[in-house]
Structure formats: C-alpha cells, structure tokens
C-alpha cells in the first residue's frame, strides 16, 4: 500500500531531489514548498500519516507545525520527520517538546533515510492496525451491549409471565368462591322472583301503588339478574382462560387420530354453528394417527372453530371447512371460513398474548398463543393467511406417527422466549 | 314424613349462606358449619341425611371429614365440592367414598340439586328395607322430593 507523505522544504532542489527518492521508494508524496502550505495540509481532513518537514521555513517553522499537528485531538497519528542542519542540544529539546518523531540531519543520507522511514512505515502500520481493532471493538461492545438489554428484557417479560402464571393459579381458586355465591344466589333469586312479580301486579291494583316505580321494577329485576348471570359467565371465561398459564406438565403422551380430535371438536362447538354456519368436512375415513396430547390438540381445534365462528357473527350465514391431508410425514389441516379474514397488518401480531381484536369482554387473547404453543410442542407449525376468495384460513401441521411430544411440563407461553436454536 | 336435612360445611360463609338459602327454598332442612371438626360435633347432636362438603378448609379437611364420615355414620351420604378442579382430588373422593365430587363454579345448582335427590333416594331405598326387614311400617322413613 503506497503510503501518503508530505514532504515541506523551502529549497526546491531539496524538496525535488527528496520527492524522487520517495516515489523510487512507492511512497505517495505531497509537496509543500513553505511552512504555511505545509501546515495547511496537516490540519485539512485526511492528512497524510507520514511527514518530513525542514525546520526554517516561511510561514510557520517545522516544530511550529508539529506542535499544530500534535495538538489536534481529532486526528489519527501523524509521523513527524524533522530535516535539520543544526545539531544543537537546544535545539533538539525545543523540536522533541514540540512532538517530533524523528530528526534527519542535510545533506540526506539515502540509507539514513530509508531506514528511518522504515521505522516511521512500522509505526503508522501499527497504528493502523489498532485503529482497526478499536473499532472492531466498538461494534462488538456495541452488539454485547444490544444483546444484554435484549435478554434483559426477556428475562423480565419470563420473570413477569411466570408470575402471572402463579398468580393466575391463585386467582383462579380465590376467585371460584365468590363467583360460586354470586351465581349460586343469582339463580335462587330468579326462581324466587316469578312470586315477587305476582305479588307485584297485585299490589299494582292499590290505590296508594306507585304505578310507574312498581311497573319500572316489574321490567328492571329480571334483567338485572339475568345481567349479572352473564357477568358471572364471563369472568369464569376470563379464569379458564388464565388457567391455561399456569398449566403443569400433565401432557398425557400418546397415539391419537386427529380425524377423531376433528370430529370431537365440532361436535362440542355444535351449538356454536347450529344455526348459521354450513360445516363442510374433507376427512379422510381412515385414521390418521399422531403422537401427543390429543385433549390439548382438540382444545386448538376448538378453539379455531370457535374463532371462524366470532368472524362470521357479523354475516347472516357462514361456511367453515375443514380438510385433512397426510403427505411427507406430515398431517396437514386446513380450517377455512367465510368471514371478513384477518387484516394484513395484524397477520404476525396474532399469535402474542393478550392480542385481540374483539372489543372489551369479549374474548381473552389468549387463545391463539397457547394454540401456537401447543402445536409447536408436538413439533408441528400453525400458520394463518387470507383465501383468495375471502375469509381466513388457517394451516396446521403435525408430524405424524411416533415423536412427537419432547417437551412436556413447561409453561407454554415461556417457551417461546428462549434463544433460537441457530440454524445449521 | 319428615323433611330431610342437610349438612353444609365449607369454610366460607358467603357459600354456605346461599347453598343453605338454596336447599331451604326446596323444602330440605339445612345445618351449616364452617370445618370438618364443627361438622363432626353437629352430626354427634343432630341426625342428618346428606352432607355436603368443601375440600379445603382449615382444621380438618374435607377428605378427613369424608373418611370420619364413612367410618362412623355408614348411613350419610356426602357431596364433595370444590374450587380445586384437579384429577387427585376427583379421584381422592371416590376412593373414599363420596357420592360425587361437583366443581366450583357451579355453572348452576342444578347438579348439586340433582346429586342430592339421588343421595335421598339411595338412602330412602335402604331405610324401606332396613325398616321392613326390622317389621317397621315404610311410612316412617324421611320425606323424598
């Protein structure tokens, strides 16, 4: 690599003698006639690293530039090569002060020369190289630095679901007695009203009756207790939801026919889609045997069923269908609706906890992490899209026959923060 | 013909106040108590057809009274109930001995209101022959709903 080099002398013969030298040498020179022509290309952007300066010079002197040069903070090492014909001891001390490198003394000595050169090549090699590896050594501080904050967080965010974990556990026992009582007595005061509203429209016929407040109660009661029935309903909802956090490894590890878990599914979502939603089945009618939990698999189903169901509430009539294909290995379900589909936007979003779009109350979000979560430990994959033709759709497949369950007892939702496996 | 009775005992209050409402609207005699040794103490003074029984309660457990229960009067029969919906405590009950073991929330009363016919009738089928095999007329046993 041809090194850049000023070279600063006011004796032109010098300074034209000096820059053949150099070129023979494979150095890139830059010449400078006088002190201020010098210094002006010290303290320009990118100088070169290497350079020999006379001492007397118009303008500024050699350990006059020197000192300018040293006293930049923002600059990378400059060589500095004084040309002298004085000897003094004074002298040398004010020119080592002002930062020089090296002296060499005129008339030029080749080989002196050259071998100071080489020393100051060594040098500025050197300090290129450390250069280098400081920022090599920024960027790899600066990537530590990234990837600490990273599992930092997710540490926290594991810490934090874990708690929820066993608060959800607790929650959910604390909170079935009071919601045991309220709806216990809820229904006791339903079966006690239908005397209270006789008693009610009799006492309508008296003449110092309210008519309006009695009639007013007669209308509100039922609804409130039915009101806070279906209050009730949804916080059990909201609990069983929860519950699903907390669950302990109690996967039960063995040969299903996912044809069955199918037919299960739909058969408990019956009342579901009794009235408005067309099912139409693509089923293989052998079995089609996976290994794992079928409960937990039937439980995705479901839960996607159910899901194709809220989609569709909006339409006056709606289509689900289900086929299941074995190719490769693998099981391969496609649960299909005719709904309004998923957003574009939201299409990577829907697998996180607590995402969803139903308005407050409805629906948990919950649901479609835990399905993630369980697929992937059977070593399948699930994955959601848009048809075409409208609606979404959502693929799931299983690897079939022996292998599947590796991981059982772990708390699903935690799983998925740990560090990918690099890919091979 | 008598009417039964039941013995409630859970450690909340609020639960036994409205399972007791509940039976008392159907017509049954109710006692209440808030553990199992209060329980064991109630059915030494009073003479009851059904308990009715939470698992977890402090001094003595559902399952301890359940085992007391079975060993000292064969006659009762007992409904579990509990918040704690795990396949052990399912299987604890039957083993030893419970009618059923019903979850909470009760999504109404309606099995617990059911189990409890279907405990007064077993009882109701023995008390006939126990009576008739001892010459006591049938009409002397306790009132069924």
Do not use: A, L
């Given at each position: 690599m041809a090194h850049r080099i000023l070279i600063a002398d006011d004796d032109r013969s010098s300074l034209v003698l000096l820059e053949r030298t150099l070129a023979k040498l494979g150095f890139q020179v830059i010449t400078a006639t006088n002190g201020e022509e010098a210094d002006r290309v010290l303290q320009?952007?990118?100088?070169?690293r290497l350079a020999i300066l006379d001492w007397e010079m118009p303008g500024f002197t050699g350990p006059q530039i020197c000192r300018r040069v040293r006293n930049r903070t923002d600059l990378n090492y400059v060589y500095v090569i004084l040309l002298t014909a004085r000897e003094g001891q004074a002298e040398f001390e004010h020119a080592s002060a002002a930062g020089v490198d090296d002296f060499l003394t005129k008339p030029l000595n080749s080989a002196f020369l050259q071998h100071r050169l080489a020393v100051a090549v060594r040098v500025i090699e050197s300090e290129l190289q450390l250069e280098g590896k400081q920022l090599e050594l920024a960027q790899v501080i600066q990537n530590l630095e990234a990837l600490a904050e990273k599992r930092a967080m997710q540490l926290v965010h594991t810490e934090r679901l874990a708690t929820l974990g066993t608060l959800a556990a607790g929650v959910a026992h604390e909170i079935n007695n009071p919601s045991t009582f309220i709806s216990g007595n809820m229904k006791i005061l339903k079966e006690c009203w239908p005397l209270v509203d006789e008693a009610l429209t009799r006492f309508m016929d008296h003449p110092e009756a309210d008519q309006d407040r009695v009639g007013f109660i007669r209308e509100e009661a039922p609804k409130i207790i039915d009101g806070a029935l279906v209050g009730v309903d949804r916080i059990k909802n909201i609990i069983n939801g929860l519950k699903n956090y907390s669950r302990k490894g109690n996967d039960q590890v063995a040969p299903f026919n996912v044809v069955q878990s199918l037919e299960n599914a739909l058969a408990i979502c019956h009342n579901l889609l009794k009235y408005q939603i067309k099912v139409l089945k693509n089923l293989p009618t052998d079995p089609v045997v996976v290994q794992g939990d079928g409960q937990q698999i039937e439980q995705v189903f479901i839960n996607l069923i159910s899901n194709a169901v809220d989609a569709m509430q909006e339409q006056e009539a709606g289509t689900i269908s289900i086929s299941l294909t074995t190719e490769n290995g693998q099981a391969r379900v496609h649960l299909d609706d005719?709904?309004?589909?998923?957003p574009q936007q939201v299409l990577d979003e829907i697998w996180t906890p607590f995402f969803t779009t139903k308005e407050i109350g409805k629906g948990t979000g919950l649901g479609l992490s835990i399905v993630q979560r369980i697929i992937r430990n059977h070593e399948g994959e699930i994955e959601a899209g848009n048809r075409p033709e409208g609606g979404a759709r959502f693929i799931i497949r299983l690897p079939l026959g022996v292998g599947a369950i590796t991981r059982s007892n772990d708390i699903p939702v935690l799983k998925a923060l740990e560090p990918e496996a690099q890919p091979v | 013909m008598k009417k039964a009775t039941l013995l409630i005992v859970d450690d909340e209050v609020e639960i036994r106040e409205m399972l007791s409402r509940n039976f008392r609207m159907r017509g049954f005699n109710v006692e209440l108590a808030g553990n199992g040794t209060e329980a064991l103490a109630l059915l030494a003074e009073k003479r009851v057809d059904v308990v009715i029984s939470d698992?977890?309660?402090?001094?003595?457990?559902g399952t301890e009274l359940l085992r007391a229960i079975r060993q000292q009067y064969p006659m009762i029969r007992v409904i579990m109930i509990t918040g704690y919906v795990t396949l052990e405590n399912a299987l604890t009950c039957m083993r030893l001995g419970a009618q059923t073991c019903i979850f909470k929330p009760f999504d109404d009363l309606d099995e617990l209101n059911e189990e409890v016919g279907l405990a007064l009738k077993w009882l109701r089928i023995w008390q006939v022959k126990l009576r008739a095999l001892r010459g006591m007329k049938i009409e002397e046993g306790v009132e069924v709903k």
């Open positions: 320009g952007n990118n100088p070169p005719t709904g309004p589909g998923i | 698992i977890m309660m402090p001094e003595m457990s």
